[in-house]
């Protein structure tokens, strides 16, 4: 399944290169909620929030009233995720709070699945050179993602992968490294990070994994009329 992404930052719908610069950013909401309201998902993320350095709240509101929505960004607390849930979220993306000292923290993840229920809670793991990156991608833990998801299989309901190294790029993403993941979990996968072309998004799905789409989307590389 296609997952079409909606990241936000300063109250505009944008996508960035490697988590850092940015390559489009439009005001048009109206219009990405409408090209994607036939899908039976959509990834939804607040940059300011992830960054701390603000919130889109009433954009995720808006979103969330009219397409089922995944949320995440700055989820640091089993509060937090709730409130996510209270505005419309039909599951919670949950990071960097899954991991503390360097390794996976069942007792965190614990809190956020009994704040919200297991199936609510996506749990987000983001490699980067081969390990866990947290905080925006910023810091390098010592854990890799197939040991992650190993440790927080029975606290999340499902688990989004990005392959960091690949994403904002348009040259494809890790199909190896992603079913690394996907074998060292019973839980669903979603992927994302690079996935460019329809083939990569088949290839995933005959592995049993959603891939999660943003840069190929915007930039009309992936044309999404005959892929709904």
Known sequence: MLIP???LKGGKVVQLIQ??????ETTDLDYWIERFSSFRRVNVIDLDAAMGSGS?????REICARLPC???????????????????ARKVIIGSALFKDGIA???SAQRFSDAVGVERVVGAVDSKGGRVVTHGWKTSTGTTAVDAVRSLEHYCGEFLYTHVDKEGLMKGTDISAIRAVRDA???????????TTQEEIDE????????????????G????????
């Open 5 to 7: 992404a909606i990241d």
């Open 19 to 24: 988590g850092e610069k940015l390559a489009i």
């Open 56 to 60: 889109n709240d009433h954009l995720v």
């Open 70 to 88: 995944q949320v995440g960004g700055g989820v640091r607390s089993p509060e937090r995720a709730v409130e996510l849930c209270a505005i419309g």
């Open 105 to 107: 923290d069942v007792a």
């Open 185 to 195: 979990t019973r839980r669903p996968l979603i992927a994302a990070g690079g996935v």
């Open 204 to 219: 995933l799905d005959a592995l049993g994994i959603d891939a999660v789409v943003g840069m190929a989307i915007y930039t």
């Open 221 to 228: 590389t992936l044309k999404l009329e005959s892929k709904i």
